[in-house]
């Protein structure tokens, strides 16, 4: 899968040239210089989040190396940009979501601050949570586990705490927060199930548990589990019937079914 999707992303890039010469430099050193996916996403990435104390070449020898050594970050990767291109209706091309939406970038950067976190190099990986949060305004703690298929929408703002768990498969848009209640230490952070939609301004807080195809309404703070296939809205959330989708994530769509 990968080895065709990379096919079809240089075929864009081949086509966008064409129309746009002008970016014939910037594309040709993002996408048309590499030989794979996992090369122009480490070479994107340590552009991205270098700084003076810590050169692009430096991070590219870390990313290069946990790519390397774990092929699920660039298999989870493919699965991201198919969720974007199936899901956002502003997306035409895979290529956009890699050069351009920083929801996709800072959740693949955090797959690689995941991977050090699991190395127990915890230094580095929190030095990238500190760099993705900066660069692309995304806070993701090194250690909350995410599955695939996993779409940032806008993505400003959102906030993932050390214990979440997020299966595959879910949908958050921008001004999210999946937090603690307050000071208590151990595992208190939600856990979020296959084909969940978190609407904009959201906050999901303490230790519970949204079961699959649920939907949370924008601006909803949820302080409670929420069963499965639900729609909650409201401060606090309370349910207010069922999405009209099995998986809402998929079908973003924001607005409730007719049956209760």
């Not at 703002?157 to 879910?170: A, F, K, R």
């Not at 949204?210 to 959330?237: K, N, Q, R, Y």
């Not at 349910?239 to 009209?244: A, D, F, L, T």
């Amino acid at each position: 899968m990968e080895n065709a999707l990379w096919a079809s992303i240089k075929k864009e890039i081949t086509e966008l040239l064409m129309a746009e010469p002008d970016l014939g430099n910037y594309l040709s050193k993002r996408i048309l210089a590499h030989e794979d996916l996992g090369s122009a996403i480490s070479a994107l990435l340590s552009v991205k989040l270098a700084a003076e104390d810590m050169p692009a070449l430096t991070l590219k020898g870390v990313f290069d190396e946990a790519i390397r050594s774990d092929p699920e970050i660039i298999k989870n990767t493919t699965r991201d940009l198919l969720a974007i291109r199936e899901r956002d209706p502003a997306v035409n091309c895979y290529s956009t979501a890699i050069l351009y939406f920083k929801g996709f970038q800072a959740l693949q950067a955090y797959r690689i601050a995941h991977w050090l976190w699991q190395q127990e190099r915890h230094g580095m990986a929190l030095y990238l949570q500190s760099r993705i949060s900066e660069i692309f305004a995304v806070d993701i703690h090194p250690a909350a586990k995410i599955g695939a298929g996993i779409l940032l929408d806008h993505a400003t703002g959102i906030v993932i705490g050390e214990t979440c768990v997020l299966d595959d498969n879910i949908s958050i848009l921008q001004g999210v927060t999946l937090g603690g209640t307050g000071k208590e230490s151990g595992d208190r952070h939600p856990k979020i199930k296959t084909g969940v939609l978190i609407g904009a301004g959201s906050n999901v807080l303490g230790n519970v548990v949204i079961g699959e195809g649920a939907w949370i309404g924008a601006g909803s703070v949820v302080l409670e589990d929420v069963e499965a296939h639900t729609t909650v809205v409201g401060v606090p959330a309370k349910v207010v019937g069922r999405p009209r989708a099995d998986q809402p994530a998929l079908e973003m769509e924001h607005y409730l079914s007719d049956k209760s």
